[in-house]
């Protein structure tokens, strides 16, 4: 089963900052298409940003662009989401999500292999 491993959650106030990791302990994260999505309690799951696997082509929800970023690094297996700006409104689970090699698309079908998630919680 491949799984990728979210971390780098926490409890942050408003204004702050956090920077998610994703890493894939048992493939290839590199070869893949990654995703962020985050839900919250009583929400429908929605997409953040995305990437492709070369890290050349990056997506953004309208309520991420311009305060997150999302960005990998191949030599480390890793991907990273790094929110900026955080509002009590981005208090969610994130989930970090693989997918085939393709255009980044914060559509959930496209992601063929899920984490944990990680909790983010922003204080008000």
Same mark, same amino acid.
Do not use: H
């Given at each position: 089963?491949?799984?990728?491993?979210?971390?780098?959650?926490?409890? /942050?106030?408003?204004?702050?900052?956090?920077?998610?990791?994703? /890493?894939? %302990?048992?493939?290839?994260?590199?070869?893949? /298409?990654?995703?962020?999505? +985050?839900?919250?309690?009583?929400?429908?799951?929605?997409?953040?940003?995305? !990437?492709?696997? %070369?890290?050349?082509?990056?997506?953004?929800?309208? %309520?991420?662009?311009?305060?997150?970023? !999302?960005? +990998?690094?191949?030599?480390?297996?890793?991907?990273?989401?790094?929110?900026?700006?955080?509002?009590?409104?981005?208090? $969610? !689970?994130?989930?970090?999500?693989?997918?085939?090699?393709?255009?980044?698309?914060? +559509? $959930?079908? +496209?992601?063929?292999?899920?984490?944990?998630?990680?909790?983010?919680? /922003?204080?008000?």
């Amino acid at each position: 089963q491949l799984q990728p491993v979210e971390s780098g959650g926490g409890l /942050v106030q408003t204004g702050g900052s956090l920077r998610l990791s994703c /890493v894939a %302990s048992r493939f290839t994260l590199n070869y893949y /298409v990654v995703g962020w999505f +985050r839900q919250a309690p009583g929400k429908e799951r929605e997409g953040v940003s995305s !990437i492709s696997s %070369s890290g050349d082509s990056t997506y953004y929800a309208d %309520s991420a662009a311009g305060r997150f970023t !999302i960005s +990998r690094d191949n030599a480390k297996n890793t991907v990273y989401l790094q929110m900026n700006s955080l509002k009590p409104e981005d208090t $969610a !689970i994130y989930y970090c999500a693989a997918g085939s090699a393709g255009a980044p698309s914060l +559509r $959930a079908p +496209r992601y063929d292999w899920w984490g944990q998630g990680t909790q983010v919680t /922003v204080s008000s």
